[in-house]
């Protein structure tokens, strides 16, 4: 069964920056696409950004363009998600989650247990 771990949470101030990362385990990960959502409270869960097994496709939500960057280290399993100029509006638990093939089309099968992320203004 794959295992996500996500990392790398804390309390911010506006326009400070923060890497996350997920690191993967059991399967074979450069077989899966990866994506992070985030939930803030109160609010459904979002899709923030996901990337393809190769790296030559990344998505982003309209909300986080230019701010975030989603990059993956396919020797050490693991995906990460750069935060820049971070905003109040930012503040979520983020999760990690995972599926076979490609980012488009079918379910998010594998999730991670989040990491919070609070930005103050």
């Known amino acids: 069964q794959v295992q996500l771990a996500e990392s790398g949470g804390g309390v911010m101030q506006a326009g400070d920056s923060l890497r996350l990362s997920c690191v993967f385990s059991v399967g074979t990960f450069n077989s899966y696409a990866m994506v992070w959502f985030r939930q803030a409270p109160g609010k459904e869960r979002e899709f923030v950004s996901a990337i393809v097994w190769s790296q030559s496709s990344t998505y982003y939500a309209d909300s986080v363009k230019g701010r975030f960057t989603i990059s993956r280290n396919n020797a050490k399993n693991t995906v990460y998600l750069q935060m820049n100029s971070l905003e109040p509006a930012d503040t979520a638990v983020y999760y990690c989650?995972?599926?076979?093939?490609?980012?488009?089309?079918?379910?998010?099968?594998?999730w991670g247990q989040g990491t919070q992320v609070t930005v103050s203004s």
């Open positions: 989650a995972a599926k076979l093939g490609a980012v488009k089309g079918g379910d998010w099968v594998h």
